[in-house]
């Protein structure tokens, strides 16, 4: 804006500046809300944070479980390492 460029058209830029889909509807809200006003803004703000919550919240369900499935095997590889080393004194005892 410091450069002339109209506070809408900075608002859009920076969204697709940022890349991310979030950011792009902030762009967008903000541009439209200097066009048509400032009725209803908070409310899409509010709509807006509470989806953005649910996304980030499913997206580290799904890291989470993907992580989950990654350590199976090598807490088996362990498994049988801590078997190993506790059988193999008791068969050299004999």
Do not use: D, H, W
């Amino acid at each position: 804006m410091k450069s002339g460029v109209p506070e809408a058209a900075a608002y859009e830029r920076f969204g697709r500046r940022c890349g991310l889909p979030r950011y792009m509807k902030l762009g967008t809200l903000l541009s439209q809300n200097l066009k048509k006003g400032s009725k209803g803004l908070a409310g899409a703000l509010e709509k807006e944070s509470a989806v953005s919550l649910e996304e980030r919240s499913a997206m580290a369900r799904k890291l989470g479980e993907q992580a989950g499935t990654r350590l199976v095997f090598p807490m088996i590889i362990m498994l049988g390492i801590v078997l190993a080393l506790m059988m193999l004194p008791a068969f050299l005892s004999f």
